[in-house]
């Protein structure tokens, strides 16, 4: 769901800084590096929380 919005926050932010007088290209390389900023955060940050243990299963033995 963030990728989503993020593609539209930069589509947004393509077509104002179009609208004031930046060029087409340039404003849509900025709609891209943010895209690819957050899909770079969506493919690292499970690796992230593995590191930290968030995601491990209970492993403590538990005579019963």
Do not use: C, Q, Y
């Amino acid at each position: 769901m963030g990728l989503l919005f993020t593609t539209i926050a930069g589509l947004v932010v393509w077509i104002v800084l179009w609208s004031i007088g930046v060029k087409p290209f340039d404003a849509f390389m900025i709609t891209v590096t943010m895209i690819t900023i957050a899909a770079t955060a969506r493919l690292v940050a499970p690796a992230l929380s593995a590191h930290r243990g968030e995601n491990e299963p209970e492993t403590r033995w538990d005579p019963r």
